[in-house]
């Protein structure tokens, strides 16, 4: 029986016929819970769409990590559907499913839906081909100083190219706060003494949905504020911007020239000599 990784997009307003031609069709339903911050919420609209017909269960990190074998028995005698937010395969990796599937003989269909990270960027006003590597921002319960987003970072600063950082998800679903994310990212700066004017740079919080939304301001002042956004919400930090981005984030986002003027006078420096001193850290 048919296997099949079903892209949701943002809300059900951007759940795609194709999408709901596989949920109608199945006969069990899972549903991602720890990759998408408003689970809850998905669920119940998933349920008006549907009815009260089918089985739906709310798929943890536990069940799609380690329970998959229970997800892949399923599938051998019914048509099973793994919802997902946005895109299957770009905000969340379910790669050790679809091998897995295919080790078992389990016929599979990838549904695509609208990916926040694709829509985040789109919105942002800065130019999509100009982002480079996304980072997540791991919260404080994983207990660990990850290094490596700094090195991620600055890699892209050194090559002119946009970041995307992502807030860490726990296990309930509830996002990384805004202000602890950031504060996450400057800290770890600071701990090893690298760029002092960090914090002047632009982040434009983003949120993806019925209503998008954009705030931004300078990191600093972003990490000491509570930003009332509504979740799943994203950070983008630009690197040099053509004109054109400027404009946009003046008219478009609301940016005040302050932040423009001090975010570009924070860029003059050059990043990529502290890749070199980043290696060790990683």
């Known amino acids: 029986m048919p296997l099949f990784f079903v892209g949701l997009g943002f809300d059900e307003e951007y759940i795609t016929s194709r999408a709901m031609d596989a949920i109608n069709n199945s006969d069990l339903l899972f549903v991602d819970t720890y990759t998408m911050p408003n689970a ?3 669920i119940e609209k998933i349920r008006r769409l549907i009815g009260n017909n089918k089985k739906v269960v709310e798929a943890n990190r536990e069940l799609l990590e380690k329970g998959s074998k229970i997800i892949i028995e399923e599938a051998r005698s019914k048509t099973v559907s793994i919802l997902i937010p946005g895109d299957p395969f770009i905000a969340t990796t379910h790669e050790s499913l679809i091998i897995e599937a295919a080790i078992n003989g389990i016929q599979y269909e990838i549904i695509n839906g609208v990916s926040g990270i694709c829509a985040a960027k789109s919105i942002s006003g800065l130019q999509y081909y100009k982002f480079g590597k996304t980072i997540t921002i791991p919260g404080g319960w994983r207990k660990i100083k990850a290094f490596s987003i700094l090195h991620g970072f600055y ?9 995307l950082f992502l807030f860490d998800v726990d296990d309930k679903g509830r996002s990384l706060s805004i202000k602890d994310g950031v504060r996450y990212v400057l800290g770890l700066n600071e701990e090893i003494g690298l760029y002092e004017s960090l ?6 919080i983003i949120h993806v949905g019925k209503r998008n939304a954009i705030y931004g301001d300078n990191i600093l002042a972003i990490s000491q504020k509570n930003i009332e956004i509504e979740q799943p919400y994203s950070l983008a930090i630009p690197s040099r911007m053509h004109a054109i981005e400027e404009e946009y984030l003046r008219y478009n986002a609301g940016i005040e020239d302050r932040v423009i003027k001090q975010h570009k006078a924070s860029l003059n420096n050059d990043f990529c000599k502290y890749l070199s001193l980043l290696r060790e850290y990683l």
């Not at 890699?155 to 970041?163: D, K, P």
């Not at 914090?199 to 434009?204: A, E, I, S």
């Open 40 to 42: 809850t919420s998905m």
């Open 155 to 163: 890699g892209n600063l050194c090559l002119g190219l946009h970041t």
């Open 199 to 204: 914090g002047g740079l632009l982040g434009l």
